[in-house]
C-alpha cells in the first residue's frame, strides 16, 4: 500500500525567511502533484511534476521531484503572509486500466508570521 | 474559466438517513472522483469513476456509498444510511486524461452528521 508523508507537519515561520518542505511515498512513481488548502476551502493545484528531475517554479514556490529518491520538495522563498496555508502532496499511481487516483499525504500547515 | 461544481456547500443531516451529494464536473473530463477529509486530517480517496462505471473504491467507500452519472453532466455521492463518523468534507475532482494531468476539484460538501 502506497505511504505519503510529508514534513514537517506544521511549519511557523517569518516572512522573508526560507524553508523547504518534503514528501517522501513508499512505491515507485513519477507523477506527483502539489496542492494548496486555505481553511475551510479546496485544493488548489499549485504543480504536476511528471518525471525524474522535474522542477517548478512560480513566484515564491518551486517544486522538484526525484523519483529515485521518492522524495519531493516545496521550497518557500522569503516567505510572505499570503503563503500561510496547508500543502499537500499527492502521488499519482497511474495504474493502466483505473482512473487513478491520487493518494494524498499528510500536510504541513504553514503559518508565515510578521 | 471552468471549474468542478459542487451542491450543497453545507448539509446538516440525522443519523441513519440518506443524503445525496452532487457535482457537476467540468465538461471535456472523462474521470471522476470523490475524496473526503475529516477535518484536519488528510485528504482520503473514496471511489473513482470512468466509463460510467466504479473504476477503483477504497476501504471506505462499503455499501452504504453509491455513487451514479445519472445524466451527461452530474456525478453524485449517496450515503444511505449516515452515521456520526461520515461528518467530514467530501470533494469531488475531475480530470481530462489518467497520464500527466491534475486533478481539479469542487469546493467542497460540508456534511455534518448529527
Known amino acids: 500500500e502506497l505511504k505519503v508523508e510529508q514534513n514537517p507537519l506544521f511549519l511557523s515561520m517569518q516572512e522573508g525567511k526560507n524553508y523547504t518542505i518534503y514528501c517522501n511515498y513508499s512505491t515507485t512513481s513519477d507523477r506527483l502533484y502539489w496542492y494548496r488548502q486555505d481553511p475551510g476551502k479546496s485544493l488548489e493545484s499549485l504543480f504536476v511534476?511528471?518525471?525524474?528531475?522535474a522542477v517548478k517554479q512560480e513566484g515564491r514556490l518551486m517544486a522538484s521531484l526525484d523519483t529515485k529518491a521518492r522524495l519531493s520538495t516545496l521550497h518557500i522563498t522569503a516567505a510572505v503572509h499570503d503563503l500561510s496555508a496547508t500543502y499537500f502532496c499527492a502521488v499519482d499511481m497511474g495504474k493502466t486500466g483505473t482512473a487513478s487516483k491520487l493518494t494524498f499525504g499528510t500536510g504541513t500547515r504553514l503559518q508565515v508570521t510578521l | 474559466e471552468p471549474e468542478v461544481t459542487q451542491t450543497p456547500s453545507h448539509q446538516v443531516t440525522q443519523m441513519g438517513q440518506e443524503v445525496i451529494l452532487r457535482c457537476v464536473p467540468i465538461?471535456?473530463?472523462?474521470?471522476f472522483y470523490w475524496y473526503r477529509q475529516i477535518l484536519g486530517q488528510k485528504v482520503e480517496f473514496l471511489v473513482s469513476f470512468y466509463n460510467n462505471e466504479i473504476s477503483e473504491k477504497s476501504e471506505i467507500f462499503d455499501d452504504q456509498f453509491s455513487v451514479e452519472r445519472p445524466d451527461g453532466s452530474n456525478f453524485t455521492l449517496k450515503i444511505r444510511s449516515t452515521k456520526l463518523e461520515d461528518s467530514a468534507m467530501y470533494f469531488c475532482a475531475s480530470r481530462a486524461r489518467v497520464y500527466n494531468t491534475e486533478a481539479f476539484f469542487g469546493q467542497g460538501t460540508r456534511l455534518t452528521v448529527v
Open positions: 511534476l511528471l518525471s525524474n528531475g
Open positions: 465538461s471535456n473530463h472523462l474521470y
